[in-house]
Structures are given as C-alpha cells and as structure tokens.
C-alpha cells in the first residue's frame, strides 16, 4: 500500500548531510512494513534487528569500536555491509538504550552507512534515566495513521485520488462524485488509518467482520503495552482511561470531568504515558494572536484527540449502518468523529520531521462561550478551522475569533460542496471585519494548506 512517507525517506537517502534516522509514531502505523518497503525499493541489502524479539543482539552494539560494531553486525547476518548499498534497521530501540548513545559514532565515523530505528513506545522509555539521545547527530520523522488519500488509493480508487489532488474551488464537483466520496469517507470513518485495518478490508473482500477482529486486535496489542511504560503505573487506571477518551472528542477537558474522585495529577500523569506513546494528543488552548501558536498556550484547557478514527469507532461500537447520513448516528457522535478526522489529518500535516501539534482556541465567559475547534499556522498567518458533520451550522464562534484577532480566511469542514466567499463578521456592538470563508468537504482536508494558500 501507498505511503506518502516513502518518499520522505527517498529524499533523507540522497542527502548530502545525512544522520541516522529515528522513526516515531505510534504502535501499529506501519514504521517497520514502510522500511522494508523503502529497503527493497532503495538498496542492495537490509539487515534487521528488532531488540524486542532479540534483546541479546544489543550486546553487539556494547563495542566501544565502531568497525567491530560493524564486523559483528556482519557475522550475526551472515552479509557484508557496504555503505551506500547497505540499510541498517534497528527496529523498537526502546529495548536497547545503549543503541541510542552509539548512533553518534556511526555517524562521525560511517557518515555513509543508512541508518533507520524505529521504536513505538521510544518516548515513554525516553523518561528513563538509562537513555541518552545523541543531540545534533541524528534526526526524525513523524508517522501517523494512513490518510484518506492512501487509504483511497490502497482502494484502487487513483482516479478519484488524483481529482481530488488537482481540484481548485472554481471546478464544481458532479454530485454523484461527491455522494461517491461521503461514501468512502464513512467507510475511513469506520476502517480508520491502520494498515493492518485497511489491508484486512481489503484482504477479505471487504468484510467488516475482519475490520472488527483486527481493530480488536489491535486494541489489546494497546492494553498489553500499559504495563510497560514503567514502573508503579496502574495498568488498570489506563485502560479505563483509554476507553473513556473516545467519548471525550470535540469538547474541552478537564481532569475532573474524566475522574471526579481522582486526583488531577494521576489523571495527568497517565494521559502524559499514554500521549507519549503516540496513541492520544492533547489539543491545547491558544490564545491565537499569532506564531508560534504554542508559544501562548493556556494547559488548563485542552481537548482530546485519538490516534485513529477506526479505533474510535470501535471503542465506541460503531456500525457501518451507523454512519448512513439518515441515522440516528447524526444526532450524537458524527460530530465528534468528523472532528477527530480533521484534526488526526491536521496533525501530521506539517512537515515529516516536525513534532505533531495541534491547538484550539476557547473563550469561556458567562453568556458567550465562544470556542473555534482548531487553529493552525500557514505561511505567518492563523487559520481558525471549524468543523461541523452536516451541511449547516452556524459560525458564532469563528466570527469572534476573526472579530478578536483579523484573521484574513478561515476555513470550514462539512458534508456539502464546496465553497467559497467574501464576508464580514456580525457581533453586537463592533465594527464588522471582512473575510474570506473558505468551505471545504471533510474529503478534501489534505488539500488544506494547497486550496488556502490560493486566497492568502
């Protein structure tokens, strides 16, 4: 199956100033499938190790000398190692810290030789004093869930992929091509981004009962992690934690909310294992006003978002009868889904080897709590984005952000066609702001920064 990733990758291989590269993303994303991939594709030769299912192999990497390092890595293959031929694989690192410290070497000393390591649950382990990241002689990249455009293109569907890759607002979309794409939106919505997931679909002829075994599957591959992130953790605490998020999409959190009876910083404490395994965000609150939008976060306020929309559908029991637009599924989660699908697109929409990020924007007060669901920074400019599951909704709060902070554009996700017009906003006692409203299908999210930059 198509990964955009791949790419990436091609282009960190031609690099000049190459450094080892540390791969980054949650269990089950599809980190050490897209390598193998990348090394059939791109060289002569790959050697790999995975530390969790041979940790006596780090004992290798205990050489002071590199060359020996290397000897034995050859011995232990039984291949030769030629740099510029050869890829280095060491997959789940988390399970060899000493491996880490060695990367630096192998880069001042075999600026040459590929390296890629990999490791789901590297951030957890990195809060453990045994680990030391080699600052300045490696770099990484950020995988996430498949999109819904490799999802669509593992469907088969490239026609629909390459419309939607080369569609501009002035080209009016046929209707029975947009009901095609809500159709294969709701199926993303059930199927989610796994590869595991899509490929099951696809594998047994689209059988949703092998959708549910592998989501299931998956999910306890989640629960059995709990009890190594570290010591004294509450593996139970966790796991209800992890199920509770689902039903916590789209609105801001607090602690209390989650757990009344719990203290706040338990309750902090165990989102922070559980988002540093990639496999929850917070969503934090900015004040917007300009970049970097992290540099005016308020951590008081934040929301959830999951990994994956199929795991959230599947921890919330979802049906595919359930996302038919005439359900009663309307009615109570399709906002919360098509928030979370925004937002895990808008999250690894940045550049490969930039830290996800994500941010909110909230203004409680008494009679006018306003609140924009995402806020994202494009070319120096702050674009307030709200999503909405229908076709309407009213736009309250986007206006008081743009009347607040003059915003030029911002954007709008939803069920209908697309849009787009010149407008000003309408709050009671202030002198209206002119801006553009740009309303875009949920389908259309990865074209975000594309279809904005047109009007900017």
């Not at 995988?143 to 569609?167: H, I, N, S, V």
């Not at 010591?231 to 609105?251: C, D, E, M, N, Y």
Request: net charge neutral; hydrophobic share 40%; with cysteine.
């Amino acid at each position: 199956m198509k990964r955009f990733a791949l790419d990436e990758l091609v282009r960190w291989k031609g690099e000049h100033n190459r450094k080892p590269l540390i791969i980054r993303g949650a269990r089950q994303v599809g980190k050490t499938e897209l390598v193998r991939i990348f090394a059939r594709q791109e060289f002569e030769s790959l050697i790999e190790i995975n530390f969790d299912e041979h940790p006596t192999k780090a004992s290798i990497f205990m050489e002071e000398d590199i060359t020996s390092i290397l000897t034995f890595l050859e011995i232990d293959a039984n291949t030769t190692i030629r740099p510029g031929k050869t890829l280095l694989f060491l997959d789940e690192i988390q399970g060899a810290p000493q491996v880490l410290a060695k990367l630096r070497y192998f880069y001042e000393r075999v600026p040459a030789l590929h390296i890629i390591c990999a490791g789901s649950l590297l951030d957890v382990a990195l809060t453990e004093p045994a680990f030391s990241m080699p600052v300045g002689r490696i770099e990484f990249m950020y995988l996430g869930p498949m999109t819904f455009g490799e999802f669509l293109l593992a469907r088969g569907q490239e026609r629909l992929f390459d419309f939607l890759e080369g569609y501009t607002i002035e080209n009016p979309i046929p209707e029975t091509i947009h009901k095609k794409l809500l159709a294969l939106l709701r199926e993303y919505f059930l199927i989610g981004g796994l590869p595991g997931v899509i490929r099951a679909y696809i594998e047994s002829d689209n059988s949703l009962d092998s959708v549910s075994r592998e989501q299931q599957s998956i999910l306890q591959t989640y629960y059995a992690d709990f009890s190594k992130y570290k010591r004294r953790v509450q593996v139970a605490f966790l796991q209800s934690l992890f199920k509770k998020i689902p039903t916590h999409i789209g609105s801001t959190v607090k602690y209390a909310s989650l757990y009344p009876d719990t203290r706040a910083d338990m309750i902090r404490e165990h989102l922070d294992l559980q988002e540093k395994a990639r496999i929850i965000y917070r969503i934090f609150h900015s004040d917007g006003n300009g970049i970097p939008l992290g540099a005016e976060i308020n951590a008081r306020y934040f929301k959830l978002q999951f990994l994956d929309i199929g795991l959230v559908s599947a921890l919330l029991g979802l049906r595919i009868t359930d996302l038919m637009m005439d359900s009663d599924f309307t009615l109570i989660h399709s906002g919360s889904l098509a928030e979370q699908f925004v937002g895990q697109h808008l999250l690894y929409a940045a550049k490969s080897w930039e830290e996800p990020e994500l941010y909110y924007w909230n203004r409680p007060s008494k009679g006018s709590t306003a609140e924009v669901d995402f806020l994202v920074s494009l070319d120096g400019t702050v674009i307030p984005v709200e999503v909405k599951a229908g076709k309407t909704g009213r736009l309250k709060s986007l206006q008081m952000f743009i009347q607040e902070k003059g915003s030029p554009i911002a954007v709008r996700f939803n069920s209908d066609i697309p849009s787009i017009y010149k407008t000003k906003t309408s709050i009671a006692l202030k002198e209206p702001k002119s801006f553009t409203l740009l309303s875009l299908p949920l389908y259309l999210v990865e074209q975000t920064a594309r279809l904005v930059r047109t009007y900017l």
